[in-house]
């Protein structure tokens, strides 16, 4: 009696953690180039400079879900993902992301702002880390890569390479954060 009721307890173990594990996708199976932290890492203060060539420091966090992407023209794979970057922030709308596209590259504005335009990338603007300062000190190893924030800031997942973040999977699991 004692060995069916173990095996009844096991067996009902597992089924909760199988039922548990289809309920929420877990991204990183789906998508394997994003890295998730058990535990959000601090960042160094963003330091980024606008068109004009003002250096700007993001703190605003209020709420919503940051993704900071970084990208240069000559990158194939960012090309692509941009209009899919734009299309995230459509669906859920700017109260729920914010995306800080910068350019990691020391170019004009309006060469990557005709790099966007051409790409019709519209919900967001890019900025720069002309000195690669800030790429550095987040140790970036190429672009595209991006950091995906909480609320407060903290990098809770990494991206290396481009993204489809137009995906469903991929949006449904921007809205659980």
Known sequence: MLRKNIILLLFSLFLI???ISYSQPN???TFTNIILYDQPRK??????KDQKGKTIIFSDFSSKITLINFWATWCAPCKEEMPK???L?????KKQVTVLAVNIESISYSKAKN???KLKVKNFDTFFDPKLKLT???TLKGVPTTLVLNQRGNEIARILGDMDFDDEKFIEWIKRL
């Open 89 to 93: 922030v459509s669906i859920l709308g």
């Open 17 to 19: 953690n199988t039922n």
């Open 43 to 48: 960042i160094p203060s963003i330091q980024i």
């Open 115 to 117: 790099f966007l335009d």
């Open 85 to 87: 970057l734009d299309k």
């Open 27 to 29: 991204i990183s199976k």
């Open 136 to 138: 550095r000190e987040l």
